[in-house]
């Protein structure tokens, strides 16, 4: 059963100005939504130039698992499910919320999961019950972008320091991986939220942080983002070397974007006057940017950004409602930036 992390928040206003409203509309990516899936979840979508290819990275429920597909100008093509609760290595239960980026010649593909319970309560069986270490983020490599292997021993990358619980299921851990190569292709930087009250960096356990890697397995360098908020999504522009940056992220008023000054990624101003980002249809899960296949924010046509900011963005997101009848089915759509985001 599909399970995601859930958190309450206080009612925050961002902004007393007038809000505008736009709302962008979808198409279904009907080539991704498997027969028989009760869910296709949490898109992440890169124009990979390296290639000339657009793969799409999902969660998918055939079974639990990662799946990965590619695009045509027309049409959106299943090519398979490489990750999955099935794989005897790792052995993940509910493994979730793909994000990947291409470096040093290597994808490295990184998701949320939860660690089989041990002995009595062995497996992925009960994964809201006993038996269920909290959700850490997880790393798999690939020469192709298409298949992969687990990294690290099958063991988590960033999980929550000294949790070895497999007595307890609280819904608090690490989750949302959003990775961009940066300081001009020398490191990973991870971004992710986590609800851990006791732990991390940010205010309460509980908000965005990122951590630096120098192979895509080894993390470091614990920094705080922005508290309250979850579920990020975060490409770097590079006007002035990597940034500024650029996230859409969820908060208790909805989905919104935010973009980072111009040297560094722990200042942000919301953008869209605070107003969430509207589609139709609805999402589930907030909408995420695409990029490059290093995590460079680029105009839906494939032209870089320039200051002010002008253009047209590309989406991905799913739409959760009417889950039980039709399954979960993903849609992009395109923006405008200059709604969004103020260079």
């Not at 509980?206 to 920094?223: H, K, L, P």
């Amino acid at each position: 059963m599909k399970r995601a992390l859930f958190v309450a928040f206080a009612s925050v206003t961002l902004f007393t100005s007038p809000a505008r409203s736009q709302t962008i509309t979808g198409t279904d990516q009907g080539g991704l939504v498997l027969p028989g899936n009760t869910w296709n979840e949490h898109p992440y979508g890169i124009m990979d130039y390296s290639t000339g290819v657009f793969r799409y990275y999902w969660s998918c429920g055939n079974p639990n698992g990662i799946c990965v597909g590619h695009a045509s100008p027309t049409q959106t093509y299943y090519d398979g499910e490489p990750i999955s609760v099935n794989n005897p290595t790792p052995s993940v239960c509910d493994i979730q919320d793909p994000a990947l980026v291409k470096f040093n010649g290597t994808y490295y593909l990184y998701a949320n999961g939860i660690r089989p319970g041990a002995p009595p309560n062995a497996g992925c069986n009960n994964e809201q019950g006993a038996g269920n270490e909290h959700a850490a983020i997880y790393a798999f490599s690939s020469s192709d972008g298409v298949t992969f292997s687990p990294l690290n021993g099958g063991n988590p990358v960033i999980q929550v320091p000294g949790d070895p619980c497999y007595t307890c299921y609280t819904g608090q851990g690490i989750a949302g991986p959003s990775p961009v190569v940066m300081g001009s292709g020398s490191f990973i930087r991870m971004y992710y939220y986590i609800d851990a009250p006791g732990y991390g960096v940010v205010p309460n356990g509980f908000g965005i942080e990122a951590q630096d890697s120098y192979d895509g397995v080894t993390f470091s360098n614990e920094r705080a983002i922005m508290a309250s908020a979850y579920w990020p999504s975060v490409k770097r522009v590079g006007l002035y070397g990597d940034y500024p940056m650029v996230m859409t992220y969820d908060t208790s008023s909805g989905a919104l974007t935010a973009t980072s000054s111009s040297s560094s990624d722990t200042s942000w101003t919301v953008g869209n006057n605070g107003a969430a980002m509207s589609t139709n249809p609805a999402y589930n899960y907030p909408p995420r940017l695409e990029s490059d296949e290093t995590g460079l924010f680029a105009q839906a046509d494939g032209a870089l950004f320039t200051s002010p900011v002008s253009g047209q963005i590309n989406v991905d997101w799913d739409n959760g409602s009417q889950l039980l009848l039709f399954g979960t089915r993903i849609f992009r759509g395109s923006g405008n930036a200059a709604q969004f985001f103020n260079f």
